[in-house]
């Protein structure tokens, strides 16, 4: 089993900054990859970025630049932190585990992130 608790979501105005945090438990070598996905009403859910379990990251063309993904592993942490927020980063931001050998994936609850123009 894997579990997964988003925290650190708010309203922030534009320019502003918030860092997510995604607490993971249960069997962490399972894992081979955390994403953080958004999606925000009527709009299909995106993904924002991903890391891997060795540390590859992948950043969606629109966060480039802003966002920056990263891990502490005495935590079993990953945060997700966002700057310079634009109105259309409002969404709820959810973490989502990939495992390995077709052991599924699993996905927070979310939390909610406003940015106000």
């Known amino acids: 089993q894997v579990q997964l608790v988003e925290s650190g979501g708010g309203l922030v105005q534009a320019g502003g900054s918030l860092r997510l945090s995604c607490a993971v438990s249960?069997?962490?070598?399972?894992?081979?990859?955390i994403n953080w996905y958004r999606q925000a009403p009527g709009k299909q859910r995106e993904l924002v970025v991903s890391i891997t379990s060795g540390g590859s990251t992948n950043y969606a063309d629109s966060v480039k630049g802003r966002f920056t993904i990263s891990r502490d592993n005495a935590k079993n942490t990953v945060y997700l932190q966002m700057n310079n927020l634009k109105p259309e980063d409002t969404a709820v931001y959810y973490c989502?585990?990939?495992?390995?050998?077709?052991?599924?994936?699993?996905w927070g609850q979310g939390t909610q992130v406003t940015v106000s123009s």
């Open positions: 989502n585990a990939d495992r390995r050998y077709g052991m599924g994936s699993t």
């Open positions: 249960g069997s962490i070598f399972s894992i081979n990859a």
